[in-house]
Nanobody
């Protein structure tokens, strides 16, 4: 069983920054794909960023086009924590952000994730 707990959401003005954190449990955390996805009311959950496992201490980052150059995903395996640094935030980034773990080691789609956090609200005002 893997548990995920997000933190760091909040209200920020457009152009500002936030850093989301996701603390996890799980014995083989270092081999999971760890991703961030988001959802707004009435829309499907969408992929934001992920780190795919590519071997011992080797990961490959992928980003949605809408956040490339503004968001950065990172992980600290010793702390079993994954982060999402969000810069130059826009009102359209407003959503509930979910942290997710994929046991297959890769995940750029919602269905590839096996475990989910409860979500954290990010609101960007214009």
């Amino acid at each position: 069983q893997v548990q995920l707990v997000e933190s760091g959401g909040g209200l920020v003005q457009a152009g500002g920054s936030l850093r989301l954190s996701c603390a996890t449990s799980g014995r083989t955390f270092s081999r999971y794909a760890m991703g961030w996805l988001r959802q707004t009311p009435g829309k499907e959950r969408e992929f934001v960023a992920e780190l795919s496992w590519r071997g011992v201490n080797t990961y490959e980052a992928h980003y949605a086009d809408s956040v490339k150059g503004r968001f950065t995903i990172s992980r600290d395996n010793a702390k079993k924590t994954v982060y999402l640094q969000m810069n130059s935030l826009k009102p359209e980034d407003t959503a509930v952000y979910y942290c997710a773990a994929g046991l297959s080691g890769t995940g750029t789609t919602v269905r590839e994730y096996d475990y989910w956090g409860q979500g954290t609200q990010v609101t960007v005002s214009s």
